[in-house]
């Protein structure tokens, strides 16, 4: 029983229902697993294994009764940004120190409904603002990965750093994350994971921290694109509680693994080739156009002339809806609480305990690019360019099915290396951040190692709604870049 | 646009965040570096375009204004950091 929990998640589903193991066997390797891991990597910020036991003996009982769903005793991860009921949620601040929500996600619902098992709560950066883990009050995650021959310890990216982690560590079967502008996806880069930043609307966000409403999506990070597709079926769907969630039907994703691209366009944008890009993410690129292109694809240079302003809209959207957002945390209903001499003294002082130094920058910036005489010339500027950037996707796929980028600009750094320049920082996000602002599905799929032995991913974006052809694309691209590299059990 | 420390402590009172003194300096500094990268956005042209607030195009759903959910004062109660007979626990509001 080694080796259950090295499974794909489709592997321990099929080994389920044919009675191989247990639901209890598979938990109990994984909470062994990181019980032992966890000192090191600091994936988890709460374990939960007496709920987890519990739950896989239920989750047992009715597949013995014939009564199994979908994901029946799959053991996942859930990023600590879900409140999940009588579990503390902390989105990893201590501003919410002690809270434990009397409610569920709907997208944790959804994960048990279908017979999901939960492991624990992963950790990330404070309210999912950062590219690095580094601003999580527990601490940093460490990356599974290190480079050959070296014992630096690596980021694993962020804010999902303990979601990607986790599953690239074989912590879990799968983890749910947050991408608000490349949260999903450039940690499952880092990682060698597959990770998809849904369509905005396809996952409600009812119970899920808000950090910037508008640009805030959940979805899942696997260890295969069959395995994503299987967990984003399951956490979509309709919920008149989030007014944004789209009332539309869930596809069948798995359906889509596998199915033949021949025929498909697919844009490769002239902008995102910037300067100072690797050398090895060029080639990565080069090469996912000739995997497409053997697998039957035509494919089209596009432009997206845009693109270079979509980080700095994004930092004037994302704080400005984060500082709005996070005016809830007053010390008054939950949460900290710091003592004051007046009403005020004890909103400033919680705010001032509460809140670590990357959430403060955003709120500040945010509070102050919506103050009287800025807001035209910053917030209302960057909706306008936003649309821009949205208006620029919309032509793209007048003439493709599909864009093919690199995930991110560079594989994973040194814990520390950036976190003292935050714009080095929010440089990381620049071939995710313009989907969010359009609100466009994307995936990151692992495509090959560089030359320390470090995963990288390549990206493809779909038009909204349109998660099929991604999981199709991604299938083609994982099959093709035979990506079976994992990291070596050095914790 | 440059921001200096006064600057910093009114919008640091505007968030109800406590800055320092010593710390007004130095935030200056970070968010003018910020700022100064978030100009370029002056380059594009947005003559005439109208500005994005969502990207979704549906209207927003509207429902009957019924009670949907309530009498959940003990578990709401259970998070505050103080309270007392059924109440939140604030610091006086009112002189």
Redesign the interface.
């Known amino acids: 029983m080694s080796d259950l929990k090295g499974l794909t998640l489709k592997g321990a589903l099929d080994g389920l229902e044919t009675r191989r193991f247990s639901s209890r066997e598979l938990t109990t390797a994984f909470l062994a697993a990181i019980a032992e891991a966890n000192p090191t990597l600091n994936a988890f910020i709460t374990q939960t294994p007496g709920l987890a036991l519990e739950m896989a003996d239920r989750a047992d009982e009715r597949r013995r009764r014939g009564e199994a769903g979908p994901l029946e005793g799959a053991a996942l991860g859930i990023k600590d940004l879900f409140c999940t009921k009588g579990v503390a949620s902390s989105a990893a601040s201590r501003i919410l120190q002690g809270f434990v929500p009397p409610y569920e996600s709907t997208v944790t619902s959804n994960l048990w409904r279908d017979g999901a098992v939960m492991l624990g709560k992963l950790n990330m950066d404070e309210f999912a603002m950062g590219s690095s883990n580094e601003t999580s009050a527990f601490g940093p995650v460490v990356n599974p990965w290190r480079a050959r021959g070296s014992n630096q310890a690596l980021t694993p990216g962020g804010s999902s750093g303990g979601s990607a982690a986790a599953v690239a560590a074989d912590l879990c079967l799968g983890a749910t994350a947050t991408d608000t502008g490349g949260s999903i996806r450039q940690p499952a880069a880092f990682t060698g994971t597959v990770g998809v930043k849904p369509t905005y609307g396809r996952c409600s966000r009812y119970g899920v921290v808000a950090f910037a409403s508008s640009l805030d999506q959940a979805g899942p990070i696997a260890k295969t694109v069959e395995d994503a597709a299987l967990l984003l079926r399951s956490m979509s769907g309709h919920d008149p509680r989030d007014s944004t969630s789209l009332d539309v039907e869930v596809p069948d994703f798995p359906a889509f693994v596998g199915k033949s691209v021949r025929g498909l366009r697919i844009g490769v944008p002239d902008e995102y080739r910037i300067d100072g890009m690797p050398g090895e993410i060029a080639e990565l690129w080069d090469k996912g156009v000739a995997w497409l292109t053997a697998a039957g694809c035509e494919i089209k240079r596009v432009s997206l002339p845009h693109t270079r302003y979509a980080l700095p809209a994004y930092y004037i959207i994302a704080p400005a809806e984060a500082s709005s957002n996070l005016a809830r945390y007053d010390g008054m209903r939950y949460g900290l609480r710091a003592e004051g001499a007046s009403l005020t003294d004890v909103y400033e002082n919680t705010r001032a305990e509460g809140f670590g130094a990357e959430v403060k920058r955003r709120i500040l910036i945010g509070a102050y690019v919506l103050s009287a005489g800025y807001y035209d010339a910053y917030y209302l500027k960057a909706q306008k360019v936003r649309r821009r950037i949205a208006d620029d996707f919309s032509a793209a796929f007048q003439d493709v099915d599909a864009l093919l980028t690199p995930t991110a600009p560079s594989a994973a750094f040194a814990l520390g290396e950036r976190s003292s320049d935050p714009v080095s920082m929010y440089l990381n996000d620049v071939f995710t951040v313009t989907v969010n602002l359009a609100g466009l599905p994307a995936i990151s799929v692992p495509a090959g190692l560089d030359s320390s032995g470090l995963p990288m991913g390549l990206q493809l974006i779909g038009r909204a709604l349109d998660e099929g052809s991604l999981f199709s694309l991604a299938g083609a691209v994982e099959d093709a870049a035979g990506f079976t590299a994992k990291p070596g059990r050095w914790w | 646009m440059a ?1 200096d420390a006064d ?2 402590r009114k ?2 009172k ?6 320092p003194e010593e710390r007004l300096a130095g ?1 200056a500094q ?2 003018s ?3 100064a ?8 042209d ?1 003559d005439g ?8 195009a ?1 209207r ?2 509207m ?1 009957e204004d019924v009670v949907s959910d309530g009498d ?1 004062r003990d ?2 109660l ?5 309270s007392d007979k059924g109440f ?1 626990v ?4 009112v002189e």
């Open positions: 921001i600057t910093v919008v640091a505007l968030a109800r965040i406590a800055e935030l970070e968010l570096g910020i700022l990268w978030i100009e370029q956005l002056a380059e594009v947005t375009v109208e500005p994005m607030t969502t990207c979704v549906a927003l759903p429902r959940r578990e709401i259970a998070n505050a950091p103080r939140f604030v610091p006086k509001v």
